[in-house]
């Protein structure tokens, strides 16, 4: 295994614009929000939106429908008289859109009774978004049945790519990586690995063997991580001297806000490296065959359990 200083000449000319990003998401930002039914109730009269609406997040609480607005309002632009629906629990398995369902077979326990008096005496079956948004589109999706909470920060799956300042860095870095070893056939052990600021041009490059490893944890990235914390180490101890001791102890994650650029993509074993490593983004280039960590095989990026998330691009050869 080999690392050696690198440096890209940033000037313009870039190897990097013969190259696009795609991101790789996690599952849930793709797929389209799931959607279910529920009862809603019509109020009698207006201004006991508030009333119902207490008494029902006290007695019918929806914890997994938090991202909608409980009540919506109706009439108005019909020209009726203004009142207001208002979610009062999920549908039953048999229940079907528009069915309506009398309000008192619903609210049947002694603490839902003065909502009887607020309410129409039959629900409605509604149908809603059970899933709290992640993009724009789903939102969009969302609004269209039911008024919806809009969370933040939510992604544009259309317009998240990488500023185009970034892409030519990025792209020189990738150039590098497979100059000497070619496109394909690659391990995770045989892989080459690059970690920089996706801003500036330097970088240290570590290659991997071409060989089969000493050891199965001979590879690249966690070499490059560990290369990381020496120099990390080496440089705290100094900063530590000039520091108040809180400060000096506070310390920053080893690879937060850095990017790795990879020939291929992470083993599962180094994509979870680079979780612990707090690394903010991976870029590689060849998908790995059965042991990928952020594409192939798992998407640790979407693993909920984890307490650090990064961003994944693959870049592909741009057509021509
Ligand atoms: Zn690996």
Same mark, same amino acid.
């Given at each position: 295994m080999a690392a050696e200083k690198t440096e890209s000449n940033g000037n313009g000319a870039h190897a990097g614009r013969r190259w696009q990003f795609v991101r790789i998401w996690p599952?849930?930002?793709?797929s389209p929000a799931e959607e279910g039914l529920v009862l809603v109730g019509t109020l009698k009269k207006a201004q006991d939106i508030g009333k119902s609406v207490a008494l029902l997040n006290r007695v019918q609480p929806l914890p997994a429908l938090r991202h909608l607005k409980r009540v919506r309002h109706v009439g108005e632009s019909l020209g009726q008289k203004r009142t207001a629906e208002i979610i009062v629990s999920r549908a039953a398995a048999d229940h079907s859109v528009d069915q309506e369902v009398p309000t008192h @077979?619903?609210?049947? =326990?002694? %603490?839902?009774?003065?909502? @009887?008096? *607020?309410?129409?005496?039959?629900?409605? #079956?509604?149908?809603? &978004?059970?899933?709290?948004? @992640?993009t724009q589109q789903h939102v969009t999706a969302s609004q269209r049945l039911w008024p919806t909470i809009t969370p933040n920060p939510l992604v544009c799956l259309d317009t998240h790519g990488l500023p185009a300042a970034e892409e030519a860095v990025l792209?020189?870095?990738? %150039?590098? *990586?497979?100059?000497?070893? $070619?496109?394909? $056939?690659?391990?995770?052990?045989?892989n080459s690995v690059i970690i920089a600021d996706g801003r500036s041009a330097h970088c240290s490059l570590i290659r991997g063997a071409k060989s089969v490893p000493a050891s199965p944890l001979d590879h690249p990235v966690l070499h490059a991580l560990g290369m990381m914390a020496a120099s990390q180490r080496q440089s705290v101890k100094? %900063?530590? =001297?000039?520091?108040? =001791?809180?400060?000096?102890?506070? /310390? &920053?994650?080893?690879?937060? /806000?850095?990017?790795? #650029?990879l020939a291929r993509e992470p083993c599962i074993m180094c994509a979870m490296a680079l979780v612990h490593g707090r690394i903010g983004r991976i870029v590689f280039r060849q998908a790995g065959a059965g042991d990928g960590g952020v594409l192939s095989?798992?998407? *640790?990026? =979407?693993?909920?359990?984890?307490?650090?998330?990064?961003? #994944?691009?693959?870049?592909?050869p741009r057509p021509s």
């Open positions: 599952g849930e930002y793709l @077979l619903v609210l049947t =326990a002694s %603490e839902e009774s003065p909502l @009887l008096e *607020l309410l129409q005496p039959a629900l409605i #079956v509604r149908r809603v &978004s059970l899933t709290r948004p @992640l792209g020189d870095f990738l %150039e590098l *990586l497979t100059e000497e070893d $070619g496109e394909g $056939g690659r391990t995770c052990a045989g100094k %900063e530590k =001297a000039a520091l108040p =001791a809180e400060e000096g102890d506070a /310390g &920053s994650y080893l690879c937060t /806000g850095l990017t790795a #650029v095989v798992y998407k *640790l990026q =979407a693993l909920k359990q984890l307490n650090h998330r990064f961003t #994944v691009f693959h870049a592909q």
